[in-house]
């Protein structure tokens, strides 16, 4: 029976919801970091694509399968049980907190164009930092049709520029900054499976419809819609403009640049493009920061409700929002930032982003599998193209986790094994109320 209560988000709020939070600091930052790899780095964004796409299916056919809020954890719970489904929304609670500082590093990163002290001050970027991070906690906690307005507005306005750098930048590339084509010192399919995982972040979001799918329009069909949509939209965005952006500059300067895009917008059309574009990746990673930060409350807020998180969770303000939950998580975003304060904006972004995508793919991983293992469990048919799809998702994040280093896998497995005693105290107390 329909309680006649309107949901948050409708199909333009939800679609902007997946493509706003992968078009964030990704696109805007990226190229820097994978400048020392050269145009090899090209191929790895269309491996990255294909294969979330691939991840995008998945996560919409799981939409139709489970009915519900918490995206990864609700779907990996259901297929696989209690404890891989508390390792999920552990590890995948703290990919989002990564996430989140990660853009919010780079969104201080392009404000360093407007404001080039904070580029040599590490304490001044890191306390401006810090200020974007609280200020979309207040913005979140108010409710989820105004973090959705918020959404929906900052996707328009960030998508018109990159396509722009896009269109006209590759009419003017340097055919010699993509020479030689491997820049690195490591094999080509070595290289290659590197720069695949480094996009890999760009394209984290598929599935940020599923998060809150409780408020969504009609789910159902929302959701999947918005999931492979919002992938199209930001893939369509993310590859012309990487190339533009890589063609206009030098590799040896692109790996210094706090700014990329904004730089190879001055080389098109002066100082207004550096500013333009400036402004739309400030607009864009503040977009992005605020959709992520809507997820960094649901997750943990799903779990505790099944009693596999802390009660305080899924305690709910009187906006109907896991106040607390957002709190905390950004309390862990904020320490995150100021343990690496004193690293260069560039350096803080790529070690943050790698643990960020490892903490991610092993949740898409398991959902991959999760979407075969519910069809089994409810006795639901799946198509052979259906089937298809899950194991080249599957597949496809293996490769990727390869290829997020062993420094980064090591740490990341750190993150995840601290979280095996909070799910047996977790478990230990239900059992003993």
Not at 81 to 86: M, R, S, T, V, W
Not at 164 to 181: I, T
Not at 404 to 424: K, M, Q, V
Request: aromatic share 12%.
């Amino acid at each position: 029976m329909s309680t006649g209560k309107k949901k948050a988000l409708g199909l333009w709020s939800a679609t902007s919801m997946v493509a706003g939070n992968m078009i964030g600091s990704g696109i805007f930052l990226l190229p820097a970091a994978l400048a020392t790899f050269g145009g090899i780095s090209i191929i790895g964004w269309i491996f990255s694509a294909v294969g979330s796409i691939f991840l995008a299916l998945v996560f919409a056919g799981l939409a139709r399968q489970i009915r519900g809020s918490g995206g990864p954890y609700l779907y990996t719970q259901a297929g696989f049980g209690d404890a891989p489904g508390f390792l999920v929304a552990w590890g995948y609670w703290i990919s989002i907190i990564a996430t989140n500082a990660a853009i919010a590093i780079a969104l201080v990163s392009y404000l360093s164009a407007f404001w080039p002290t904070i580029a040599s001050q590490n304490l001044l970027s890191t306390v401006v930092t810090l200020v974007f991070v609280w200020s979309l906690v207040i913005v979140n906690v108010r409710g989820v049709r105004l973090a959705g307005r918020v959404q929906l507005g900052t996707t328009i306005l960030k998508i018109l520029p990159l396509i722009a750098v896009g269109a006209f930048g590759l009419f003017s590339l340097d055919p010699s900054n993509f020479q030689p084509f491997n820049l690195s010192n490591q094999s080509n399919f070595s290289a290659l499976t590197a720069t695949a995982s480094l996009t890999m972040w760009a394209f984290l979001g598929m599935e940020s419809a599923n998060i809150p799918a409780a408020e969504v329009e009609n789910a159902t069909s929302t959701v999947p819609r918005a999931a492979v949509a919002g992938t199209c939209i930001a893939a369509l965005v993310y590859i012309p403009g990487t190339v533009a952006v890589m063609g206009l500059i030098s590799p040896d300067q692109l790996a210094q640049s706090n700014a990329p895009f904004a730089e190879a917008a001055a080389s098109l059309w002066g100082p207004w493009g550096y500013n333009l574009i400036g402004l739309g990746a400030i607009v864009s990673c503040f977009g992005a920061l605020n959709g992520w930060t809507l997820c960094l409350g649901q997750i943990p807020m799903a779990a505790a409700k099944d009693k596999l998180f802390p009660r305080v969770f899924a305690k709910q303000s009187k906006f109907g929002t896991p106040a607390k939950g957002l709190i905390i998580s950004s309390i862990l975003v904020s320490f995150l930032v100021l343990m690496n304060a004193s690293e260069s904006l560039v350096n803080q972004f790529t070690f943050v982003i790698l643990l960020a995508t490892l903490a991610a793919l092993l949740p898409y991983l398991l959902c991959a599998l999760a979407r075969i293992f519910i069809a089994i469990r409810l006795h639901q048919s799946l198509s052979i193209s259906e089937i298809s799809v899950c194991i080249l998702a599957a597949i496809f994040s293996t490769w990727a986790i390869t290829g997020t280093g062993l420094e980064t896998i090591f740490w990341g497995s750190i993150l995840f094994i601290t979280g095996l005693p909070i799910y047996f105290w977790i478990i230990r107390r239900s059992r003993d109320s």
